[in-house]
Structure formats: C-alpha cells, structure tokens
C-alpha cells in the first residue's frame, strides 16, 4: 500500500497522544478521590459496570481517528487489470532440434502445451498472433481475438528442418504493423527457440527495427547444453541440439524486453504464466480513501451511540 498524500499519516501521532492524555487525567482523578467508608455496599447497590463497556467508546473514538488520518493521506494499491488492447505475436521454432527429448516428453511437445496454457489464461479482447518457422516461416496468423486459429497453428507443428530466426521475427513485426507506419500500442512479440540461426535473415538487425518501433521482444532458450537429436544418417553420430541463449537475451536487450531460459517442461510453463500476466494486463493504482473514510464515520457513529447509550441519556 501507497500514500498519495504521506503528511497526513503525522495525524496519526493524534492517537497516542489522546491515550497518553486520557491516562494523565486518570491518575488526577485518582489523587483527589475521597475515601468513602462504605464502598463495598455503595458498588453492590450501584452494580459493576463492565471494563470493556467503560472504554468502548473511546477505543472506538481512537479507531475513527486512525481511519480518517489514513483517509486523509490518500491511501492507494496496486492491482493488475486486463490490457484488452495488447497485440501480442508468438514466435515459434519448430527445427528439427525440437525433437530433443531433454525437455519431456520433447522439446516441441512441451512448447506447444506451454503455448496452450498461456493462449488459455490471456484476457479477453487481447489480440493474439502466430509465426511457426524452422528453415522458413511457415504458418502465419495476424492478431486475432480468435484463439482456436493460433492455436491450430501450435498443434500443426513438426519437429524438422533449420533455424530461420530472423526471417520468423520479421514476419511477426509486418504482421503487428499489417501495412501501417507503426505497431498497435501494447503490441509485443514472444519467441522461443532451441538454436542458433543456420538459414535467413541475422534477427539482430530485425530486433533493431522492434526497438525503433518500440515492440519489446520476449525471448525464452529451450533446453539443455548436452542434448542430441538423432542423426538423419542412420550411421552418422548423434547431432548436437544445444541451445543458442546468448543470441537470444542479445535481442530482448535490444528491444527493452526480457530473456528466459527453460531446461524442462515446468520451467517453460511458469515462464509463459508470467509472461501472460505481464504483457496481457497491467498495473493501475487505486484510491482507498472512500472506504476509509466511511470507515471513520461510522467509527465515530457508533462511539457516539455508545457513548449516548451507556450514559443512559438512550433507552
């Protein structure tokens, strides 16, 4: 919780120092009180007045003071609420690397369930494309309210072929623009990949014009350093499937967005979650002033009832 206006919690002091002087003028009282021979039969035939109904009003007297200090210092929270204008492109490597079985039950598999849990925790009315590549792109889908079409693409993917990075990215930035000068606002892209580029475009030059038109590019490396896939020569030696990261935070530097790295299936699934809470909403501040005050009045109500009531002067 924030303040807006923080000066106002000094009234709170207010509080302590009303105890303090009600405790002051306790131990006057006392000082001066004469003894009564008879005080026992006095209290039988006054009754006992409970210790919590002698100081009820004023606790709630106390509590109205805090709860209007806090009223007048403005209190705020923050809260995450849906971006129902974001624009968001998913770039997916399907390359033959994907078949990789460090991240069970493979690579492409346990991407392609992450992909599902975040397309089914977005918001509604965000906007959500698609890139799928591997020697070139080769399914595409503009932004769409329309899930079940991206998702479609994620479930047609097929663990073959190369690396075409940059070719996927640059698709998924003419499809954000869809012939415009620039972007939609809140529009960013989040690519996954297991491996360095081997044919197209470099991506780093691509992820420079993502930075000229301020679309943040999410980056996540899949798998581990050690993985193999199996060699398309049956006689050949298994063939290295090892992870390309440095290029990859290279191009969420570049773009101003954030690069992870995911070594098996639960790893990339947390790190979709977040990503989804973060492009698909964002952060407001709101004001808790009105039920703070509310607060105190009511407080201040209820000790003057009190008050009014166990003084007798209310039936």
């Known amino acids: 919780m924030s303040f807006g206006s923080p000066l106002w919690l000094l009234a709170l002091l207010a509080v302590p120092l009303a105890i303090a002087a009600l405790a002051a003028s306790r131990r006057r009282a006392r000082r001066y009180e004469v003894r009564f021979p008879a005080v026992a039969s006095m209290l039988a035939a006054a009754g006992v007045v409970?210790?919590?109904?002698?100081?009820?009003?004023?606790?709630?007297?106390?509590?109205?003071?805090?709860?209007?200090?806090?009223?007048?210092?403005?209190?705020?929270h923050t809260v995450r609420v849906a971006l129902s204008s974001a624009s968001i492109m998913l770039v997916t490597d399907h390359s033959g690397s994907m078949q990789a079985t460090d991240v069970r039950p493979t690579r492409l598999r346990a991407a392609q369930k992450a992909a599902h849990n975040f397309i089914d925790a977005l918001p509604q009315g965000v906007k959500l494309g698609i890139v799928a590549f591997s020697?070139?792109?080769?399914?595409?889908?503009?932004?769409?309210?329309?899930?079940?079409?991206?998702?479609r693409v994620v479930d047609g993917q097929v663990a073959s072929g190369g690396t075409a990075s940059g070719d996927a990215l640059a698709v998924a930035l003419q499809l954000l623009r869809q012939g415009k000068q620039t972007a939609p606002k809140a529009s960013a892209i989040i690519m996954l990949s297991d491996g360095a580029r081997t044919v197209g475009r470099n991506p780093i030059p691509v992820a420079q014009e993502a930075a000229r038109l301020k679309i943040p590019i999410f980056t996540v490396a899949l798998g581990?350093?050690?993985?193999?896939?199996?060699?398309?020569?049956?006689?050949?030696?298994?063939?290295?499937?090892?992870?390309?990261?440095?290029?990859?935070?290279?191009?969420?530097?570049?773009?101003?967005?954030?690069?992870?790295?995911?070594?098996?299936?639960?790893?990339?699934?947390?790190?979709?979650?977040?990503?989804?809470?973060?492009?698909?909403?964002?952060?407001?501040?709101?004001?808790?002033?009105?039920?703070?005050?509310?607060?105190?009045?009511?407080?201040?109500?209820?000790?003057?009832?009190?008050s009014l009531r166990f003084s007798g002067r209310l039936p």
Do not use: C
């Open 135 to 151: 020697l070139q792109p080769d399914a595409a889908q503009a932004p769409t309210t329309d899930f079940d079409v991206t998702k």
């Open 224 to 306: 581990t350093q050690d993985a193999v896939v199996p060699n398309p020569d049956p006689f050949g030696a298994p063939l290295p499937a090892t992870p390309d990261p440095a290029t990859l935070r290279q191009i969420s530097r570049i773009t101003h967005g954030r690069s992870f790295a995911a070594s098996d299936a639960g790893q990339l699934r947390s790190i979709y979650k977040s990503l989804g809470s973060q492009i698909g909403s964002k952060t407001e501040r709101r004001e808790l002033t009105v039920g703070f005050g509310l607060a105190g009045l009511l407080l201040l109500l209820g000790a003057a009832g009190t």
């Open 50 to 76: 409970p210790f919590w109904r002698k100081h009820l009003a004023t606790g709630l007297a106390l509590a109205a003071m805090a709860a209007l200090a806090l009223a007048a210092a403005k209190p705020q």
